[in-house]
């Protein structure tokens, strides 16, 4: 299984860079359609998660990295930042049926990932957070 990496600036003008980079390697793995798509919206929106919140009141360098591997049916992302500690799970699903004018701010990109990936689970590791996310392909 081939690991592909890529370390991102913390900086909205990465994204592009971001998505032609998960782009390239899922088509070189085969993947294409729904999971392409599915798999790409999900890193922006956690890597966009990272670059707006995780740096604030934290001194530099910043760092943001991104691993990406294509196996036995599955991508499987891992997402490293040395930011402030921020677990996504501690984050309540939002109240998508509720009108929005009566909608809490926030937490609509946490629940696009939940919902466009099978599995996403947070540690933080020295002085790291780590966002691992998982696609079945099947």
């Known amino acids: 299984m081939a690991v592909h990496q890529i370390a991102l600036g913390a900086d909205v003008a990465e994204i592009p860079r971001l998505i032609a980079w998960v782009e390239q390697v899922m088509a070189a793995a085969g993947v294409g359609g729904s999971p392409i798509f599915k798999i790409t919206l999900a890193l922006e929106e956690a890597v966009m998660n990272v670059i707006n919140h995780a740096f604030d009141d934290v001194a530099g360098p910043h760092r943001i990295a991104l691993s990406?591997?294509?196996?036995?049916?599955?991508?499987?992302?891992?997402?490293?930042?040395?930011?402030?500690?921020?677990?996504?799970?501690?984050?309540?699903?939002?109240?998508?049926?509720?009108?929005?004018?009566?909608?809490?701010?926030?937490?609509?990109?946490?629940?696009?990932?939940?919902?466009?990936?099978?599995?996403?689970?947070?540690?933080?590791?020295?002085?790291?957070?780590?966002?691992?996310?998982?696609?079945?392909?099947a």
């Open 68 to 137: 990406l591997s294509v196996a036995a049916g599955r991508v499987i992302a891992e997402l490293t930042d040395n930011g402030r500690a921020f677990d996504p799970a501690s984050m309540p699903e939002p109240d998508i049926a509720a009108p929005l004018a009566e909608r809490a701010v926030g937490g609509l990109g946490l629940h696009l990932i939940r919902t466009m990936l099978d599995r996403v689970e947070y540690r933080r590791e020295d002085g790291q957070n780590r966002l691992v996310m998982e696609k079945e392909l």
